[in-house]
């Protein structure tokens, strides 16, 4: 518990928290112990009503976040009015109220009332903190949740951030042993949330290797200026496949990352000085895994509101402020492309392999997503369901010139909704598709009433595999109950909801057929339903194939060996 109450300590004071007012308790102990052994200056007062508005004049005078400290139960009710006072006065407060451990909650133990979101909408951010663990992962946690607080007090118009802090006996932490640096980033965190005065010492970047992410974002009118900001960095551009990147075809977009970066000797090699993030989190799991490989670079966040999205835990630099904005102020002109041209060697070899699958005969959700693609008409949108279906895009939808726009529903990942998403997206009365796997399709059937009764134009494109074909790639293929419980078969015939909904129903099996029903569906008016049965076996081992990097230098060099 000492060093991980020890790093959330330091980080507040890495943060450029001077002030602690403590109302004293047992709970509440690890924290008072600790902010009294660091670099604060530290206030006490018995009585936590007046505890908090003192903390609130002192944070009115200074212009920065007061942190407060109580123990649990009712000591956290008496912050109440100061909490009132400080939403409407815009004052920025951070509130640490200790809690009983989960298993002490509604069981009649002393002091515990339920603490979560006790403050309602009167704060501008709560989280509750996991139970403290002695391990460098944590200590890195419990520094992002700091900083989230502290930036959410100081973003916009200032406000009140309540972080409860669960935490079980023993309580009195080891002074012997405390080490505040625990889990501390080697550039430490800034952020920047004044906008309309965006000034960024650009000389960072020179001669430096660097990347640009660029995640989801429906609305990004940006893209222009970032290839640009690349131009001019000679760096790489991680384009996700809802950034919409992908509609240019620009020698530094790289859209394999997902496959190569499975190499994890590749994941070394290109280690960055820096990472540039525009967007949502990326789709790619390989990918968040050499961010957090990587967490000793400059990592900058740029967004127009504060919003953390790095599950790497890395990001130590926050930039709130237009895209567009941050890439006009970047004015350094690299010359060396050598990085660069390390990620276009990987791009072109990993695009080489995954695009031969244009060649498989079976019916491969490979295959498909690059038809697809190819037939989509201009303006198009294509809406992606979450699980395999955008997998599948990230890896073989590839960036050229086009006007296609991708969408899916990334913000919390689910399943659901997804057809009644795309049937909304139709009303824009573009050309819309949704390609979605069978569990998706599955759980929004009753969506499709309301294509029907409201006429409608979608085409829905299903890949069934019979069941959660995406846990074959997860260790739950190795379990027992894998096809109980995860696989999940189901063995559906879609081919009633003709009558159901009033769909047109395609069952291709063959690419031949394929094209012929999307081109046709394409025509149609109503809802179209083109159901793909694919072996998810076959699918496997396919996937695996054209997915697995090859490099034509190491299989020469192990020939000529």
């Known amino acids: 518990m000492t060093h991980y109450i020890a790093a959330l300590v330091d980080e507040l004071n890495q943060l450029g928290v001077r002030e602690v007012v403590i109302s004293p308790g047992s709970r509440s102990a690890p924290l008072a112990i600790l902010f009294c052994e660091h670099d604060f200056e530290v206030y006490i007062s018995i009585d936590e009503r007046s505890a908090g508005f003192f903390a609130l004049g002192i944070a009115k005078e200074k212009e920065r976040p007061v942190v407060l400290v109580c123990s649990s139960g009712s000591a956290v009710t008496h912050y109440w009015p100061a909490v009132v006072e400080a939403k409407h006065s815009k004052v920025p407060l951070i509130i640490l109220t200790a809690d009983r451990p989960p298993e002490l909650r509604q069981v009649g133990a002393p002091q515990t009332i339920d603490q979560i979101k006790i403050y309602h909408d009167y704060v501008v951010y709560f989280e509750e903190l996991a139970l403290p663990e002695e391990r460098e992962a944590m200590y890195r946690y419990v520094r992002t949740v700091m900083r989230k607080a502290y930036v959410s007090a100081m973003s916009g118009e200032y406000g009140v951030a309540h972080i409860n802090v669960p935490l079980r006996e023993p309580l009195v932490p080891d002074l012997s042993q405390v080490d505040f640096s625990a889990g501390r980033l080697k550039y430490p965190f800034e952020w920047m949330g004044d906008v309309s005065r965006l000034t960024i010492d650009d000389s960072i970047f020179q001669d430096k290797n660097g990347i640009l992410i660029c995640g989801g974002d429906a609305y990004a009118n940006y893209h222009r200026e970032v290839l640009e900001l690349a131009e001019r960095l000679k760096a ?208 929004d059937l009753n969506g499709l009433l309301i294509g029907k009764k409201h006429h409608l134009n979608l085409v829905i494109v299903v890949f069934n595999n019979d069941g959660g074909a995406i846990f074959k790639y997860l260790p739950h293929s190795e379990n027992k109950y894998f096809e109980l419980l995860f696989m999940t078969p189901h063995g559906m015939d879609f081919s009633g909801l003709k009558a159901l909904y009033d769909v047109t129903y395609f069952e291709p099996d063959n690419y031949e057929s394929f094209e012929q029903d999307f081109r046709k569906a394409l025509t149609l008016a109503g809802v179209k339903v083109l159901n793909v049965h694919i072996d998810a076996e076959v699918s496997k081992r396919l996937h695996d194939l054209y997915t697995s990097f090859k490099d034509k230098k190491d299989r020469k060099d192990k020939k000529e060996a």
């Open 236 to 443: 790489p551009v991680l384009a996700d496949p809802i950034s919409n990147f992908r509609n240019y075809d620009h020698e530094q977009i790289i859209d394999s990352y997902d496959a190569f970066l499975k190499n994890d000797d590749l994941k070394k090699e290109l280690k960055p000085d820096y990472i540039i993030h525009f967007g949502q989190t990326p789709v790619s799991k390989r990918l968040q895994q050499f961010l957090a490989m990587h967490r000793d670079v400059l990592y900058f966040q740029v967004g127009k509101t504060f919003q953390y999205r790095a599950p790497s835990l890395a990001i130590n630099r926050y930039i709130v402020a237009d895209p567009k904005a941050f890439a006009h102020s970047i004015g350094v002109r690299n010359t060396n492309a050598q990085y660069l041209r390390r990620w276009q060697y990987y791009q072109k070899e990993m695009r080489g392999r995954l695009n031969l699958a244009r060649e498989e005969a079976g019916l491969f959700e490979g295959r498909l997503v690059q038809e697809i693609q190819d037939m989509l008409p201009e303006g198009g949108r294509l809406c992606v369901a979450n699980s395999m279906a955008i997998r599948d895009v990230d890896y073989f939808l590839e960036a050229r010139r086009q006007t296609l726009k991708i969408l899916c529903n990334r913000g919390a990942n689910g399943i659901d909704g997804t057809i009644s998403t795309a049937l909304g997206i139709s009303t824009s009365e573009h050309p819309t598709v949704l390609l979605t796997g069978d569990l998706a399709f599955f759980h």
